[in-house]
């Protein structure tokens, strides 16, 4: 019992550390650019900083949940926890409010509150360092077995996140929620009553002309549906969107990270039909049969 209780604290940070992993493995590209918005590391180096991060956030967390070397990993992990601090303190002393990545897109918090949950984690890993036992007997095979397959997975998850079926899992966008539930507040029209083809779009994109002649298509007419396309960005943004694509439709900016609680890549619809989310498309607008 007293083993198990000087264990709890690796136990804990280990779990907190693969999940924050996960978390960023399903969604990478967004971990990069959370890392970009520091503005400490821009480009490929964010890139290669971001990929390198993943695996080895879950390498540590594994080898301090089955308590192998946890006393090292619990140093290493500590020592990691610092440079993020250092570096969501030097991001906010730049006036960078944004909240660091640490667990992805699915929560949102200031810097301050991020640091304060690091400050929690760092103890723990002192804790860890300072009361874990070796608990365990391991071969000499088992930990590198185990660890090669967390460290592999760690590299390929995030090369194939977005071929995987798990926005439902891992976003707030899901077959039967209700609008109200949905951060659409800066919709110009009630969203509760009719059917609506909700265009979620990154106005940058290369292909945004033949996006917006499609949905224009499907504005009213034959599908009786009212197309609104939301995106996360300022005003002036719009303007140049629309000045370029010509949408027959309502484009609407709205804060960037609610509407990544929507997806992990970017075009994304969906149909409305009286308040609830009936379908769902990735990639490329639905023909008019299908929302007809």
Same mark, same amino acid.
């Given at each position: 019992?007293?083993?198990?209780?000087?264990?709890?604290?690796?136990?804990?940070?280990?779990?907190?550390?693969?999940?924050?992993?996960?978390?960023?493995? !399903?969604?990478?590209?967004?971990?990069?650019?959370?890392?970009?918005?520091?503005?400490? &590391?821009?480009?490929?180096? *964010?890139?290669?900083? *971001?990929?390198?991060?993943?695996?080895?956030?879950?390498?540590?967390?594994?080898?301090?949940?089955?308590?192998?070397?946890?006393?090292?990993?619990?140093?290493?992990?500590?020592?990691?926890?610092? =440079?993020?601090?250092?570096?969501?303190?030097?991001?906010?002393?730049?006036?960078?409010?944004?909240?660091?990545?640490?667990?992805?897109?699915?929560?949102?918090?200031?810097?301050?509150?991020?640091?304060?949950?690091?400050?929690?984690?760092?103890?723990?890993?002192?804790?860890?360092?300072?009361?874990?036992?070796?608990?365990?007997?391991?071969?000499?095979?088992?930990?590198?077995? &185990?660890?090669?397959?967390?460290?592999?997975?760690?590299?390929?998850?995030?090369?194939?996140?977005?071929?995987?079926?798990?926005?439902?899992?891992?976003?707030?966008?899901? !077959?039967?929620?209700?609008?109200?539930?949905?951060?659409?507040?800066?919709?110009?029209?009630?969203?509760?009553?009719?059917?609506?083809? &909700?265009?979620?779009?990154?106005? %940058?994109?290369?292909?945004?002309?033949?996006?917006?002649?499609?949905? %224009?298509?499907?504005?009213?007419?034959?599908?009786?549906?009212?197309?609104?396309?939301?995106?996360?960005?300022? !005003?002036?943004?719009?303007?140049?969107?629309?000045? %370029?694509? %010509?949408?027959?439709?309502?484009?609407?900016?709205?804060?960037?990270?609610? =509407?990544?609680?929507?997806?992990?890549?970017?075009?994304?619809?969906?149909?409305?039909?009286?308040?609830?989310?009936?379908?769902?498309?990735?990639?490329?607008?639905?023909?008019?049969?299908?929302?007809?």
């Amino acid at each position: 019992m007293v083993s198990l209780l000087r264990s709890l604290p690796a136990v804990a940070l280990g779990l907190v550390f693969v999940a924050a992993g996960l978390l960023k493995a !399903v969604d990478p590209a967004e971990f990069t650019r959370q890392i970009e918005t520091y503005g400490i &590391v821009t480009g490929p180096a *964010a890139v290669w900083l *971001a990929y390198l991060l993943i695996p080895l956030e879950l390498a540590l967390g594994t080898a301090l949940v089955v308590g192998y070397r946890a006393r090292l990993a619990a140093a290493l992990t500590g020592a990691l926890l610092v =440079l993020f601090m250092g570096a969501t303190a030097y991001a906010w002393s730049q006036g960078k409010t944004e909240g660091c990545g640490c667990f992805g897109s699915i929560a949102s918090r200031t810097p301050g509150q991020v640091l304060l949950e690091d400050t929690a984690f760092l103890a723990l890993a002192f804790l860890a360092m300072l009361l874990h036992r070796q608990g365990l007997s391991w071969s000499r095979w088992r930990p590198a077995v &185990v660890l090669c397959v967390v460290l592999a997975a760690g590299i390929a998850l995030p090369a194939g996140a977005y071929a995987l079926p798990i926005d439902s899992l891992v976003t707030d966008l899901k !077959v039967g929620r209700q609008s109200a539930d949905l951060p659409l507040r800066e919709a110009p029209m009630d969203l509760s009553k009719g059917t609506f083809l &909700v265009a979620l779009l990154d106005v %940058n994109a290369a292909d945004s002309r033949e996006t917006v002649k499609r949905l %224009n298509l499907l504005n009213g007419g034959q599908t009786g549906a009212t197309v609104v396309a939301f995106f996360g960005g300022e !005003v002036d943004e719009k303007t140049i969107f629309c000045f %370029n694509t %010509n949408p027959s439709f309502e484009v609407v900016a709205a804060p960037r990270a609610d =509407l990544k609680r929507l997806y992990r890549k970017l075009p994304k619809f969906f149909q409305l039909k009286e308040g609830r989310v009936s379908r769902i498309w990735d990639g490329v607008p639905p023909t008019p049969e299908e929302v007809s």
